[in-house]
């Protein structure tokens, strides 16, 4: 994908006015209020543990997959500034989805033909014939953006096209001979596309975004497609453009019984302004997608439903090819928004992965959600644990166990009980009186965070301009919270990843200490503070 198609319409018509002559993001490239020094920022903001390539910019995750013992993670990827600028594929590997290997740039663009976002699966029955026999070849599809066609004004500047790999994934080929694979049919957004093997109906999938809705196409080879449907104008959110589309059956937790999700992303008008990710379940006939009646009266009773509330969650998609015998749905995105990612204060690299995520799909009554919670591989790499008492009294009240660990690499958990109308806050602070509050408003119903106070965010008036809220089903009784922190970033997952708000921040100290605050009174049980070391 590319930074413009998120940029505000007015900034979107300017540049399209005055692109001749000049790259497409060069009227923000330099907006940066940064002045640090590339080894301070290295030490104050490159993350301990979220994914980060060495130097450039990175955007959407794309192209994941399993195999031969290493999760591959690609991703938008321009090296030579940390901008938004011609689109490449960059890749890196993991054995246990934490601990990253940057590699070589896996796809390059051609002349004005940037590689924007898609996705791989392995095609273990070489359906493709692109395989020689040794492994099974590895089919990515991803969009062909013509840079030549949008000077010119055209519409059908986008197409899909393929590249495979005989060797796992590490090398890869374009499919020149036979692209594109699907020819764009006359829509100006039309990107992002997300295979998969429908086992139940015996055929490749792919959904792809076509500017206000999602659609679904079928294939026998990964190189021959037909459409089949469409789905989402007028439903759902619809703020922006729609984008990066992700499409799955999944088992219903604790049952035989399955559903269909669509992940879908749009920017902007996500759920706190800007990029979000939202998603509909449904059930899939081979052909058309279609709501479930009592999840289409929750989108129409709340607009849209979000896999994640905070500002900094976009792009996400799920890994394609995980073994059955693990059988978990496994999701990363974009830890960044387009309202402010191309000005953020880094200057060598810009943006980083969330922590990488396993999706379940709960049922409560006649009501299907989606939850997600840090996959459990993290837990590896906890060197100390700390279990501190109960916490109970009114006002503020300092938890001195937080000053005993590293609270820029660490997990907190910990209970809320018996909660009144009132307003729960969790302060993180470090020693120049900057903080980030976090917690639960019981009295509008609400989850928030508050990062107004957080250190640098001059850098953009859409930053922190703005309480981040995630609403709630009336009076909460308990909570239960898990935080992860690294040193740019909170990731917070409540009562078991029901509900998700991811952001990042720019401190110019680390926070050192956490306090929460109430004036009704705190009971708070359960604490872990969990120190990572992933080196």
Same mark, same amino acid.
């Given at each position: 994908?590319?930074?413009?198609?998120?940029?505000?319409?007015?900034?979107?018509?300017?540049?399209?006015?005055?692109?001749?002559?000049?790259?497409?993001?060069?009227?923000?490239?330099?907006?940066?209020?940064?002045?640090?020094?590339?080894?301070?920022?290295?030490?104050?903001?490159?993350?301990?543990?979220?994914?980060?390539?060495?130097?450039?910019?990175?955007?959407?995750?794309?192209?994941?997959?399993?195999?031969?013992?290493?999760?591959?993670?690609?991703?938008?990827?321009?090296?030579?500034?940390?901008?938004?600028?011609?689109? =490449?594929?960059?890749?890196?590997?993991?054995?246990?989805? &934490?601990?990253? *290997?940057? /590699?070589? @740039? #896996?796809?390059?663009? $051609?002349?004005?033909?940037?590689?924007?976002?898609?996705?791989?699966?392995?095609?273990?029955?070489?359906?493709?014939?692109?395989?020689?026999?040794?492994?099974?070849?590895?089919?990515?599809?991803?969009?062909? =953006?013509?840079?030549?066609?949008?000077?010119?004004?055209? &519409?059908?500047? *986008?197409? /899909?096209? @393929? #590249?495979?790999?005989? $060797?796992?994934?590490?090398?890869?080929?374009?499919?020149?001979?036979?692209?594109?694979?699907?020819?764009?049919?006359?829509?100006?957004?039309?990107?992002?596309?997300?295979?998969?093997?429908?086992?139940?109906?015996?055929?490749?999938?792919?959904?792809?975004?076509?500017?206000?809705?999602?659609?679904?196409?079928?294939?026998?080879?990964?190189?021959?497609?037909?459409?089949?449907?469409?789905?989402?104008?007028?439903?759902?959110?619809?703020?922006?453009?729609?984008?990066?589309?992700?499409?799955?059956?999944?088992?219903?937790?604790?049952?035989?019984?399955?559903?269909?999700?669509?992940?879908?992303?749009?920017?902007?008008?996500?759920?706190?302004?800007?990029?979000?990710?939202?998603?509909?379940?449904?059930?899939?006939?081979?052909?058309?997608?279609?709501?479930?009646?009592?999840?289409?009266?929750?989108?129409?009773?709340?607009?849209?439903?979000?896999?994640?509330?905070?500002?900094?969650?976009?792009?996400?998609?799920?890994?394609?090819?995980?073994?059955?015998?693990?059988?978990?749905?496994?999701?990363?995105?974009?830890?960044?928004?387009?309202?402010?990612?191309?000005?953020?204060?880094?200057?060598?690299?810009?943006?980083?992965?969330?922590?990488?995520?396993?999706?379940?799909?709960?049922?409560?009554?006649?009501?299907?959600?989606?939850?997600?919670?840090?996959?459990?591989?993290?837990?590896?790499?906890?060197?100390?644990?700390?279990?501190?008492?109960?916490?109970?009294?009114?006002?503020?009240?300092?938890?001195?166990?937080?000053?005993?660990?590293?609270?820029?690499?660490?997990?907190?958990?910990?209970?809320?009980?018996?909660?009144?109308?009132?307003?729960?806050?969790?302060?993180?602070?470090?020693?120049?009186?900057?903080?980030?509050?976090?917690?639960?408003?019981?009295?509008?119903?609400?989850?928030?965070?508050?990062?107004?106070?957080?250190?640098?965010?001059?850098?953009?008036?859409?930053?922190?301009?703005?309480?981040?809220?995630?609403?709630?089903?009336?009076?909460?009784?308990?909570?239960?919270?898990?935080?992860?922190?690294?040193?740019?970033?909170?990731?917070?997952?409540?009562?078991?990843?029901?509900?998700?708000?991811?952001?990042?921040?720019?401190?110019?100290?680390?926070?050192?200490?956490?306090?929460?605050?109430?004036?009704?009174?705190?009971?708070?049980?359960?604490?872990?503070?969990?120190?990572?070391?992933?080196?």
């Amino acid at each position: 994908m590319k930074s413009k198609k998120h940029l505000p319409l007015a900034f979107y018509s300017a540049i399209l006015l005055s692109i001749a002559g000049c790259k497409p993001y060069s009227a923000v490239a330099q907006n940066t209020s940064v002045s640090v020094s590339a080894s301070s920022e290295e030490q104050m903001y490159r993350p301990n543990f979220h994914f980060t390539p060495k130097k450039g910019w990175m955007n959407d995750p794309n192209g994941m997959f399993y195999a031969d013992g290493y999760y591959h993670l690609f991703y938008q990827y321009y090296p030579e500034k940390s901008v938004w600028g011609p689109m =490449h594929w960059g890749h890196a590997i993991s054995k246990d989805l &934490i601990k990253w *290997e940057e /590699q070589p @740039i #896996a796809l390059n663009p $051609d002349k004005d033909k940037y590689i924007f976002s898609g996705s791989a699966v392995v095609d273990t029955h070489n359906t493709s014939g692109l395989g020689t026999g040794k492994t099974a070849p590895i089919v990515a599809i991803y969009t062909l =953006h013509d840079m030549t066609k949008e000077k010119e004004g055209k &519409i059908d500047v *986008e197409q /899909q096209d @393929i #590249a495979y790999s005989n $060797d796992n994934g590490f090398t890869w080929q374009k499919f020149e001979e036979g692209n594109p694979v699907v020819k764009n049919p006359g829509i100006r957004d039309f990107r992002d596309p997300k295979v998969t093997w429908d086992e139940t109906h015996k055929q490749w999938i792919m959904v792809l975004a076509a500017q206000d809705r999602a659609q679904f196409y079928t294939s026998e080879n990964l190189k021959k497609w037909e459409y089949l449907s469409e789905f989402g104008k007028n439903i759902g959110a619809h703020g922006g453009v729609w984008e990066c589309p992700d499409f799955f059956q999944i088992k219903v937790e604790g049952t035989n019984e399955t559903k269909w999700v669509l992940i879908q992303n749009l920017n902007p008008g996500g759920a706190n302004g800007g990029s979000g990710t939202q998603y509909f379940i449904g059930d899939f006939d081979g052909k058309t997608f279609t709501l479930d009646v009592n999840f289409a009266k929750r989108v129409e009773a709340e607009k849209a439903v979000w896999l994640d509330y905070g500002k900094d969650n976009y792009a996400g998609v799920t890994w394609n090819n995980i073994p059955s015998a693990d059988g978990r749905r496994l999701f990363i995105g974009w830890m960044s928004n387009w309202d402010y990612a191309q000005q953020v204060p880094t200057n060598a690299w810009r943006s980083s992965t969330t922590i990488a995520r396993e999706i379940q799909l709960i049922k409560k009554g006649e009501n299907y959600s989606l939850v997600s919670n840090p996959v459990k591989e993290i837990n590896k790499y906890v060197s100390k644990t700390i279990k501190g008492k109960s916490v109970k009294g009114k006002g503020k009240i300092s938890i001195p166990e937080a000053g005993k660990i590293d609270l820029t690499q660490a997990i907190v958990s910990f209970n809320l009980k018996n909660l009144k109308k009132d307003t729960y806050n969790f302060t993180l602070a470090n020693a120049v009186g900057e903080s980030l509050t976090f917690g639960i408003n019981n009295s509008d119903h609400y989850l928030f965070v508050d990062r107004s106070k957080s250190g640098k965010n001059d850098f953009s008036e859409k930053f922190a301009s703005t309480i981040t809220k995630a609403a709630l089903e009336g009076n909460q009784k308990e909570g239960v919270f898990k935080i992860i922190l690294d040193k740019t970033s909170i990731e917070i997952f409540y009562n078991n990843g029901e509900k998700v708000i991811t952001e990042i921040f720019f401190s110019n100290q680390p926070f050192t200490s956490l306090s929460v605050s109430s004036n009704e009174g705190i009971e708070l049980s359960n604490l872990v503070i969990n120190q990572l070391n992933i080196n």
